[in-house]
C-alpha cells in the first residue's frame, strides 16, 4: 500500500477537498481499494465520510501513536492507496505522519503568504527524505497570479501541472458526502481531479522506481 499525505501549515488550502476527491478519483480510475484516514482534530474529513453513501473509499480511524501499525495493517487488508489528511500548523504530529508517507502533496493557493507558508511543509518532507510535489488550489481562471506562483513554486520542487480552480462545485458535493467527480463527472472539476490523480499516481511510480534503481527499499 502506497500513502499520500496531503499537508501544508497553512488552513483552508484545500486539504481535506483533495483527500477525498483523490481517493474518490483512484477508485473510479480502478486504482483501488482505497482509504481514508484523518488526523486533523477538526475531523472535516471523517464528517464527510460519515455523510457518505457510497462504501468506498473506507475510512479507517487510527492514533498518531499507532498509525504505523494501521498503516501495515490496511496494506495487508488488501488497500492499494491510503489518503491522509493533517491539520494546520507545524506540530510534532505533522512530522510523525510525514515520516509514514511515500509521497507528499502540499496544496498551496497563488498568494505570497501561502507561498511562503509552503517552505516549512517542504523541509519536513525533505528531512524525512520523502518525494512531495505541490498543488495549486483555488486559483482564479486566466490570473496572472496563477502562473506565477506556479514558477515560484517550480524553484522548490515539482508542481502538478493540473490546477484547482476556485469554482463553488468542489463545495457544494463536498456538503452530502460526495465529490466533483460523482455529481458532475464530465465537468472541468471532474476532469480536474482526474487529472491531478493520474499525476500523484505518476510521482509515486517514479519515486519507487529511483529508489529501486538507488538499491533501497520501499518504506
Given at each position: 500500500?502506497?500513502t499520500?499525505?496531503?499537508?501544508?501549515?497553512k488552513?483552508?488550502?484545500?486539504?481535506?477537498?483533495?483527500?477525498?476527491?483523490?481517493?474518490v478519483?483512484?477508485?473510479?480510475?480502478?486504482?483501488?481499494?482505497?482509504?481514508?484516514?484523518?488526523?486533523?482534530?477538526?475531523?472535516?474529513?471523517?464528517?464527510w465520510w460519515?455523510?457518505?453513501?457510497?462504501?468506498?473509499?473506507?475510512?479507517?480511524?487510527?492514533?498518531?501513536?499507532?498509525l504505523?501499525?494501521?498503516?501495515?495493517?490496511?496494506?495487508?487488508?488488501?488497500?492499494?492507496?491510503?489518503?491522509?489528511?493533517?491539520?494546520?500548523?507545524?506540530?510534532?504530529?505533522?512530522?510523525t505522519?510525514?515520516?509514514?508517507?511515500?509521497?507528499?502533496?502540499?496544496?498551496?493557493?497563488?498568494?505570497p503568504?501561502?507561498l511562503?507558508?509552503?517552505?516549512?511543509?517542504?523541509?519536513?518532507?525533505?528531512?524525512?527524505?520523502?518525494?512531495?510535489?505541490?498543488?495549486?488550489t483555488?486559483?482564479?481562471?486566466?490570473?496572472?497570479?496563477?502562473?506565477?506562483?506556479?514558477?515560484a513554486?517550480?524553484?522548490?520542487?515539482?508542481?502538478?501541472?493540473?490546477?484547482?480552480?476556485?469554482?463553488?462545485?468542489?463545495?457544494?458535493?463536498?456538503?452530502?458526502?460526495?465529490?466533483?467527480?460523482?455529481?458532475?463527472?464530465?465537468?472541468?472539476?471532474?476532469?480536474?481531479?482526474a487529472?491531478?490523480?493520474?499525476?500523484?499516481?505518476?510521482?509515486?511510480?517514479?519515486?519507487?522506481?529511483?529508489?529501486?534503481?538507488?538499491?533501497?527499499?520501499?518504506?
Amino acid at each position: 500500500m502506497k500513502t499520500v499525505v496531503l499537508a501544508n501549515q497553512k488552513g483552508g488550502v484545500g486539504k481535506t477537498t483533495l483527500a477525498a476527491h483523490l481517493a474518490v478519483a483512484a477508485e473510479r480510475a480502478g486504482d483501488g481499494p482505497c482509504v481514508l484516514i484523518d488526523t486533523d482534530p477538526q475531523a472535516s474529513l471523517a464528517a464527510w465520510w460519515n455523510g457518505r453513501a457510497s462504501e468506498t473509499p473506507a475510512f479507517a480511524s487510527t492514533t498518531l501513536k499507532a498509525l504505523s501499525e494501521k498503516r501495515d495493517a490496511l496494506g495487508q487488508a488488501g488497500y492499494t492507496y491510503a489518503f491522509i489528511d493533517t491539520p494546520p500548523a507545524i506540530t510534532e504530529s505533522i512530522r510523525t505522519v510525514i515520516a509514514q508517507a511515500d509521497f507528499v502533496l502540499i496544496p498551496t493557493r497563488p498568494s505570497p503568504h501561502d507561498l511562503r507558508a509552503a517552505g516549512n511543509t517542504v523541509e519536513l518532507a525533505l528531512v524525512a527524505g520523502r518525494s512531495f510535489a505541490f498543488a495549486v488550489t483555488q486559483a482564479k481562471p486566466n490570473s496572472r497570479l496563477t502562473v506565477q506562483a506556479m514558477a515560484a513554486l517550480s524553484e522548490h520542487g515539482i508542481v502538478a501541472p493540473s490546477v484547482v480552480y476556485d469554482r463553488v462545485d468542489y463545495a457544494a458535493s463536498m456538503i452530502d458526502g460526495r465529490t466533483v467527480l460523482e455529481t458532475d463527472p464530465k465537468g472541468r472539476s471532474a476532469g480536474e481531479m482526474a487529472e491531478l490523480w493520474r499525476f500523484v499516481k505518476n510521482r509515486i511510480n517514479d519515486s519507487k522506481k529511483t529508489r529501486k534503481r538507488a538499491g533501497t527499499k520501499d518504506a
